[in-house]
């Protein structure tokens, strides 16, 4: 009974020791792990690869490296806007005529036979049988004679048939014959059956309205003309650049149809009404076309510079546009960058013209602005995003482990027999 008492002692003893020891251990480990954990955070936070504070963004090195950051300065320079759109080529209206006739009679026939032939100011284009035309003629002559016959007569009546002479001259130059044909007229004294047409406008045919055989009227249109030394372009501008369009801006145009050619002209008028459809507004350029390679109805394209001056600029992309603001990152020193509010006015040659926010010289942000941004939102140490600390504050994580559990001794032998010897 003794010895078994004295076993029992010496188990319990052992379990004791045993629970001391593996406690000692865990708080050890706990102490230990803790005191490194500190240290660690802290060095991460004097050593951190990006830091944000505000509107303000610090990258070591290896940050900006791995960013792709470059920067630029904010310049002044000569700025010219370049505007790209197409169009269709019309006839110069001004150029647009018609011949018609000046007596009334019958087409026996037309010089000029086809559409799209040239007709040259004061060129014969048909003969028409016309009485009107004849008795003029004939009016003519019969004064012509009574100047002849009463020269001798008194002064009163010479200067009355010296008037009426120079009346029934008139009469034929109304009827657009030439003087040429009149003196011919008087040498002769022969009338001609059938009177000629001249051109009173020159051209290309657009369309020829009589044939042989028809009766015409005075005032009878014979032929459609336009005038294709210069022709008229209708540009579609769009209504975000119509403030720069003025009237005398040149204007270069490229065609299909001829590669490596150009043709110049200006602006001669902007259309007051905006279409609604399509938001943009018709531009009427006018251009020289001497050897006829513009087409009415043929599609070209137009390129037109608009000189904005001498502007303070940064390249486009260094905005970063919120929709709310438009703000950029200037760079404070090589590691820093702030953020700042621009105004912007237009866009050319991937430049922005800015009208506040910045002076010239300094520099900005023009790549990995959106990453920048991003750390600005996050705040603190974007490297660090997520990690705890030590006495996290509920919502935060943490990196401390759960403090090691001591784990209970077994039953003993001795135990066991104890059980069985109370029964």
């Known amino acids: 009974m003794i010895e078994k008492l004295q076993t029992k002692k010496k188990l319990i003893i052992g379990v004791t020791a045993g629970v001391l020891v593996i406690g000692g251990a865990g708080y050890y480990y706990i102490t230990q792990h803790n005191k490194s954990v500190a240290v660690d955070h802290t ?13 303000t963004v610090t990258l070591d090195a290896k940050a900006r490296q791995l960013a792709g950051v470059q920067t630029a300065q904010a310049i002044v320079k000569p700025l010219a806007k370049e505007i790209k759109t197409t169009g269709k080529i019309a006839m110069n209206e001004s150029g647009r005529t018609y011949i018609t006739s000046r007596v009334e009679g019958r087409v026996d026939e037309l010089y000029v036979t086809a559409d799209g032939e040239t007709i040259a100011p004061g060129q014969a284009i048909a003969a028409v049988y016309s009485p009107t035309y004849i008795a003029a003629q004939e009016e003519y002559l019969l004064t012509l004679e009574n100047v002849q016959k009463l020269k001798n007569a008194g002064k009163d009546i010479v200067q009355i048939n010296k008037s009426l002479v120079a009346a029934s001259r008139r009469k034929l130059q109304l009827l657009n014959v030439p003087d ?41 249109k014979l032929y459609s003309l336009s005038d294709l030394s210069t022709v008229w372009l209708y540009a579609d501008i769009y209504e975000k650049d119509i403030a720069g369009i003025t009237p005398g801006l040149p204007v270069m145009v490229t065609s299909g149809a001829y590669p490596g050619q150009s043709f110049n002209g200006n602006v001669t008028f902007i259309n007051p009404v905006l279409d609604d459809t399509t938001r943009t507004v018709k531009v009427r350029v006018e251009m020289d076309n001497p050897s006829g390679k513009l087409k009415p109805n043929m599609f070209v394209n137009a390129n037109v510079q608009i000189p904005l001056g001498d502007s303070l600029v940064i390249p486009e992309f260094s905005i970063l546009d919120t929709g709310s603001r438009k703000v950029v990152f200037v760079a404070q020193s090589e590691d820093t960058f702030v953020k700042r509010d621009v105004v912007t ?16 010289g300094e520099t900005v942000v023009t790549a990995a602005t959106f990453l920048i941004d991003s750390q600005t939102k996050l705040g603190g140490f974007g490297s660090h995003a997520g990690h705890g600390a030590v006495g996290a504050t509920p919502g935060q994580t943490s990196d401390v482990p759960a403090p090691a559990q001591v784990p209970a001794a077994p039953p003993t032998a001795g135990d066991e027999h104890s059980g069985h010897s109370s029964h």
Request: hydrophobic share 35%; net charge negative.
């Open 180 to 220: 040429s044909d009149i003196t011919h007229l008087e040498h002769t004294r022969q009338t001609k059956d059938h009177m000629t047409i001249y051109a009173q406008f020159g051209g290309t045919v657009l369309e020829k309205q009589v044939l042989p055989g028809t009766f015409i009227m005075p005032g009878d």
């Open 43 to 55: 060095g991460h936070q004097t050593n951190a690869p990006v830091m944000a504070m505000g509107d």
């Open 345 to 360: 006015g237009q866009y050319a040659d991937g430049y922005a013209r800015i009208l506040s926010g910045l002076q010239p």
